[in-house]
């Protein structure tokens, strides 16, 4: 599933659309035994990211990576990787994963 930001986001004066790593992306995939990997970019400013970190990881949820994906972006956003293992019940709460179950 993809969440777009709200705004637009430019890089070096180009307006980018959000498949150029502006939105957001969680991904959900089974993985056997009844359980299903869960992995999220997550697209942030500055001051998203740290209160994002932490709700995370107080949640149980690992960050895997802290990167950019463009050079000269405007605002200025850093992509946070999570990830998760959980019990595929709690992904079939999620309407996304009906249409990959």
């Given at each position: ?55 995370f990881r ?44």
């Open positions: 599933m993809t969440i777009p930001r709200t705004g637009k986001v430019r890089d070096a004066g180009t307006e980018e659309p959000d498949s150029m790593g502006s939105a957001i992306a969680i991904n959900f995939q089974p993985t056997g035994g009844g359980k299903c990997a869960i992995t999220g970019d997550f697209v942030l400013t500055a001051m998203e990211v740290n209160p994002v970190i932490k709700a107080d949640s149980g949820i690992e960050v895997t990576a802290l990167h950019n994906h463009m050079l000269n972006d405007e605002p200025r956003l850093s992509s946070c990787i999570s990830a998760q293992t959980t019990k595929r019940k709690s992904c079939l709460r999620h309407p996304s994963w009906h249409s990959r179950a």
